[in-house]
């Protein structure tokens, strides 16, 4: 059986943090015009500078973060090792994939390029 490989995109990173930003603009300018600010549009800056720094300062270790399928097992970041009877579910959130364990540990494939691509892979795997 040969290792399939699940890295991060760049162009997902950055679409989820596209989706982020309006969020974070959108929550920001609720809260000012909630307190009677009369300067609303500040949040819409403010949310959007707060993700943007955020997605920049950590693209770095987050594009590092690679998974591999292999042996029976998911290898992941930080020496990670999930034997494939022991996933109990699978979800997809977003660009993420997400691995529930039967013990109920959770782990997140982040920013896949093709999120439904990834899951198939790891389900055919377990049969």
């Known amino acids: 059986m040969s290792e399939t490989v699940f890295t991060p995109d760049r162009m997902a990173y950055w679409r989820s943090h596209a989706w982020l930003a309006v969020i ?7 809260i000012l015009w909630v307190m009677g600010n009369p300067h609303v549009w500040t949040g819409a800056i403010g949310g959007l500078a707060a993700i943007g720094l955020r997605g920049g300062y950590l693209m770095s270790d987050e594009m590092t973060r690679v998974w591999s399928l292999e042996g029976g097992a998911i290898k992941g970041p930080d020496q990670q090792t999930i034997p494939l009877a022991d996933v109990a579910e699978l979800n997809r ?32 795997a377990k049969v």
């Not at 974070?24 to 609720?30: I, K, N, R």
């Not at 896949?112 to 790891?122: E, F, M």
């Open 24 to 30: 974070a603009m959108l929550g920001a300018m609720g």
């Open 93 to 124: 959130l977003g660009s993420t994939v997400q691995i529930v364990t039967h013990q109920g540990h959770k782990h997140l494939i982040k920013y896949q390029p093709d999120p439904g691509a990834t899951l198939n892979a790891i389900e055919r």
